[in-house]
C-alpha cells in the first residue's frame, strides 16, 4: 500500500497544498471548516506527519525530554515517578509529541545539558526527585523550555513552568487529622531539607499544630523511602516515647514507620496514628491501610505537558500551577 502524501490529504480536503501543510503543522490562524476538513482527511487515509521534515520546515523536533531520576526507572507502579510520568506521557500523547526518556543521576552532571543543546528535543519535563535535585543549576541555562513537576528549592529561570501540589495545604491536612483523631504528642518524618516540597509540608503540620495550641513534637528527615522511614520512626520513638501520632511526608516513609512501630508492640491506630502524603500504591497494600494527603501525581505531568506544549507553539501558558491535595481516610488514623 502507497503511504498517503500531503497532496493527498489536500486534494481530498478540497485545499491547498500550502493550506494543508500549515493545518498539519499545528497552524492555529487557518479557517476552522478547512481545519476541520484537512484533519479529518488526514485520519481517514491514514497520513502521518514527517517529523524530520517538519523540523526543516518549522524548527522543531516533535518530541520532548522526560527527566526522571536513573534509579527510578525500575520502579514501574505505585511511586511519585511513575504516576507523573504516566500524566505527562499521555499529555504529550494528546498533543501529537514523542517523548523521549531522559534518565539522570548524580555521576554524570553534563549528559542532559549537553542532549539538550543537540536540538533533538523542543523541550524538557523534569520530574523533580532528590536524587537529581544537582539538574536545577546544571539547566539554569538550557537551550530548551523546562516544565518542572515538582517546584524547586532554588532559584530557576522566571520562564520555566513549575506545576506542583499545595504542599503547605496538605501538611496542614495531616496535621489537623491527627489532632481531630484527639493525638496530642505528634511527630514528623520529613523529607530532605534541601526538597522544596518537604520543607512546605513540615510548615504546614507546624503551623496547624501551633494554630490548634499544640506544640509540635520531634522532628527527624528521610529521604521519601522504606528504609529511610524506618530508620526515622527508631530516632521518634528514642525522642519520644509517649509519641500517638505521626505525620510521614511520603507514603513510603510512612510504610516503613509502621513497620518499626508494629515491632516495637505499638498498634496502629490504637496506639498511634499515622499520616502519610502521596496516595501511592503502598498507601493502599500497607496493614493497615494508610490514611493519607493525596498529591494529584497524574494530572501534575499532564498539566505540565500540555503547558509546555503550548509554550513551544507560542501560545499562553500558565507557568505556575498549584493544584489542591486532599485527605484521603483509610484505617491508619
Known amino acids: ?73 525500575g520502579s514501574l507502579n505505585g511511586t511519585f515517578f511513575a504516576s507523573a510520568l504516566k500524566g505527562a506521557a499521555k499529555g ?28 533533538a528535543v523542543d523541550g524538557v519535563i523534569v520530574i523533580l526527585q532528590h536524587e537529581i535535585t544537582h539538574l536545577v543549576e546544571a539547566l539554569a541555562d538550557s537551550p530548551v523550555p523546562i516544565a518542572w513537576v515538582g517546584k524547586p528549592q532554588y532559584e530557576i529561570d522566571p520562564g520555566s513552568i513549575v506545576v506542583d501540589s499545595d504542599n503547605l495545604g496538605g501538611g496542614a491536612l495531616a496535621a489537623r487529622a491527627l489532632v481531630e483523631a484527639g493525638r496530642r504528642t505528634i511527630g514528623i518524618i520529613t523529607g530532605p531539607p534541601d526538597m522544596e516540597q518537604a520543607n512546605e509540608r513540615m510548615r504546614g503540620w507546624t503551623e496547624e499544630l501551633t494554630r490548634s495550641g499544640i506544640v509540635p513534637g520531634p522532628i527527624v528527615h528521610g529521604d521519601f523511602t522504606v528504609d529511610s522511614g524506618m530508620a526515622a520512626m527508631a530516632r521518634l520513638l528514642q525522642r519520644a516515647p509517649d509519641l500517638d501520632g505521626v505525620f510521614a ?17 505499638r498498634r496502629v491506630p490504637l496506639d498511634v496514628s499515622i499520616v502519610g502524603f502521596d496516595d501511592v500504591l503502598i498507601a493502599t497494600t500497607s496493614e493497615p491501610p494508610l490514611t493519607t494527603v493525596r498529591q494529584p501525581l497524574e494530572e501534575m505531568g499532564r498539566a505540565a505537558a500540555e503547558a509546555l506544549i503550548a509554550m513551544i507553539h507560542g501560545r499562553p501558558a500558565e507557568k505556575l500551577q498549584i493544584l489542591p491535595t486532599t485527605l484521603v481516610r483509610r484505617e491508619s488514623l
Not at 523521549?100 to 549537553?114: F, H, M, Q, S, T
Not at 511526608?249 to 508492640?265: N, P
Open 92 to 119: 504529550l500523547a494528546a498533543g501529537d509529541v514523542q517523548p523521549v526518556l531522559l534518565p539522570a543521576d548524580d555521576e554524570d552532571r553534563g549528559k542532559i545539558p549537553k542532549f539538550l543543546r543537540s536540538g
Open 249 to 265: 511526608s511520603s507514603d513510603l516513609m510512612a510504610a516503613g514507620a509502621i513497620r518499626v512501630l508494629q515491632a516495637a508492640g
Open 1 to 73: 500500500m502507497v503511504r498517503p502524501t500531503i497532496v493527498d490529504v489536500a486534494k481530498a480536503a478540497g485545499v491547498s497544498r500550502a493550506t494543508a501543510a500549515r493545518v498539519l503543522a499545528g497552524a492555529t490562524n487557518v479557517d476552522p471548516v478547512m481545519t476541520s476538513a484537512v484533519e479529518r482527511e488526514a485520519a481517514l487515509l491514514g497520513y502521518e506527519a514527517n517529523f524530520a521534515a517538519r523540523m526543516l520546515r518549522g524548527g522543531r523536533a516533535g518530541a520532548i525530554g522526560l527527566v526522571v531520576a536513573f534509579n527510578e526507572i
